[in-house]
C-alpha cells in the first residue's frame, strides 16, 4: 500500500541551527502539507502545497519557515533559525486532489528537538 | 471550545467494552475525520463522514454525525488492546482542504 515516508525520524539540532525535514508524498498525489504536534498539544497545520506554490499557510507559518519541492518526489520543511519551541513532531501528509472530501495521508513524523 | 474539542480527555476501558468518543465543532465542514495515533507515532486515518451524512460504519468502527449541533461521535466495538491510541477528529472547512485538529481522547485498553 502506498505511504508517505518522511526522513529522519528524529532529528536533534542546535538552537540557531537550520534543519531540512524530509517527505516523500504518494506518488500520484497533487497536494502536500505540514502539520506539527507539540509535544502533548494539537495537531496544527502549517502550510499546504500545490502546483509549485504555497497555497495555504497558518500564523504558525512565519518568514523561519519554508517549504519546496526540489524535484518530482520529495517535499521539504526548512526551518531556518531554529528555537527550543520548534521542538515538536512534524507530520507531513499529503492529497490526491482538492476535493470537497480531501482524504489526507500522513507520515509517520519527524521528530524535531531543538537544545 | 475550540474547533475539534474531543471528550472525553482520556477513557479507560476494559478489553471487549464499547468506547465512545465525542467531538464538538464550531464552524461550517464539508467533513469531519477519525485519526488514530499510536504514541509518538503518526496519524492513522480511519474513517471520513460527509457533512450530508449521518453515520457511517467501517469494521467495529461507528460514526455519527450532527451538523445541527456541530458534534460527531466514534464508537469502537468489542475494544482490544491493540485499540489503546489517541484518537482525534479533524474537521475539514467549507472551501479548504486543510485539517482542523481537536487535543484528541487518550483511549487504554485494558486486557
Known amino acids: 500500500e502506498p505511504e508517505v515516508t518522511q526522513t529522519p525520524s528524529h532529528q536533534v539540532t542546535q538552537m540557531g541551527q537550520e534543519v531540512i525535514l524530509r517527505c516523500v508524498p504518494i506518488?500520484?498525489?497533487?497536494?502536500f502539507y505540514w502539520y506539527r504536534q507539540i509535544l502533548g498539544q494539537k495537531v496544527e497545520f502549517l502550510v499546504s502545497?500545490?502546483?509549485?506554490?504555497?497555497?495555504?499557510k497558518s500564523e504558525i507559518f512565519d518568514d523561519q519557515f519554508s517549504v519546496e519541492r526540489p524535484d518530482g518526489s520529495n517535499f521539504t520543511l526548512k526551518i531556518r533559525s531554529t528555537k527550543l519551541e520548534d521542538s515538536a513532531m512534524y507530520f507531513c501528509?499529503?492529497?490526491?486532489?482538492?476535493?470537497?472530501?480531501?482524504?489526507?495521508?500522513f507520515g509517520q513524523g519527524t521528530r524535531l528537538t531543538v537544545v | 471550545s475550540q474547533q475539534g474539542e474531543e471528550d472525553p480527555q482520556a477513557l479507560s476501558i476494559q478489553e471487549g467494552e464499547n468506547a465512545t468518543m465525542n467531538c464538538s465543532y464550531k464552524?461550517?465542514?464539508?467533513?469531519l475525520q477519525w485519526y488514530r495515533q499510536n504514541s509518538g507515532r503518526g496519524l492513522v486515518h480511519l474513517i471520513l463522514?460527509?457533512?450530508?451524512?449521518r453515520e457511517k460504519h467501517s469494521g467495529r468502527l461507528r460514526v455519527t454525525l450532527d451538523t445541527s449541533k456541530k458534534s460527531s461521535s466514534l464508537l469502537i466495538t468489542a475494544s482490544r488492546a491493540a485499540d489503546t491510541a489517541s484518537y482525534f477528529c479533524?474537521?475539514?472547512?467549507?472551501?479548504?482542504?486543510?485539517?482542523?485538529f481537536g487535543k484528541g481522547t487518550m483511549l487504554l485498553v485494558s486486557p
Open positions: 501528509a499529503s492529497s490526491e486532489e482538492w476535493s470537497e472530501d480531501p482524504e489526507a495521508f
Open positions: 506518488s500520484n498525489h497533487l497536494y
Open positions: 502545497f500545490y502546483n509549485n506554490e504555497i497555497s495555504e
Open positions: 464552524t461550517s465542514i464539508n467533513n
Open positions: 463522514i460527509r457533512s450530508n451524512e
Open positions: 479533524a474537521t475539514a472547512e467549507s472551501g479548504y482542504s486543510t485539517l482542523t
